[in-house]
Nanobody, 126 residues
Framework: VQVKESGGGSVQAGGSLRLSCQLSGFTASTYSLGWFRQAPGRERVGIAAIDNDGTTKYADSVKGRFTISEDSGKNILYLQMDSLNADDTAMYYC?????????????????????WGQGTQVTVSS
């Protein structure tokens, strides 16, 4: 399984970015996909997840500003990020887990669970 994030970059506060995550070789009838982020000096945390039922879950820090979606036909996961602020500056990671739900996905950022990409940097300047 390969997981590859893209779409990061630098943006001013109030701006938007859309991250993409291409999944290759990942097939499962029950699964969850998620976005995590890690700011310098801080732990990696889950921020958005979606499962095969289409259920989504968001961390409070991004609720109402970020939207997770999936193009299952192309095996691509997206994260639309609006109203960005400096606190959103971090490395963003995509992950996929088998036999998991959106709620379970955000319970742990342990990289021993599931398949992970190398990350894409998002920098928001104020």
């Amino acid at each position: 399984v390969q997981v590859k994030e893209s779409g990061g970059g630098s943006v001013q506060a109030g701006g938007s970015l859309r991250l993409s995550c291409q999944l290759s070789g990942f097939t499962a009838s029950t699964y969850s996909l998620g976005w995590f982020r890690q700011a310098p000096g801080r732990e990696r945390v889950g921020i958005a997840a979606i499962d095969n039922d289409g259920t989504t879950k968001y961390a409070d820090s991004v609720k109402g500003r970020f939207t997770i979606s999936e193009d299952s036909g192309k095996n691509i996961l997206y994260l639309q990020m609006d109203s960005l602020n400096a606190d959103d500056t971090a490395m963003y990671y995509c992950a996929a887990r088998v036999a998991s739900t959106a709620h379970m996905m955000l319970d742990t950022a342990d990289t021993d669970f599931g398949f992970w990409g190398q990350g894409t940097q998002v920098t928001v300047s104020s």
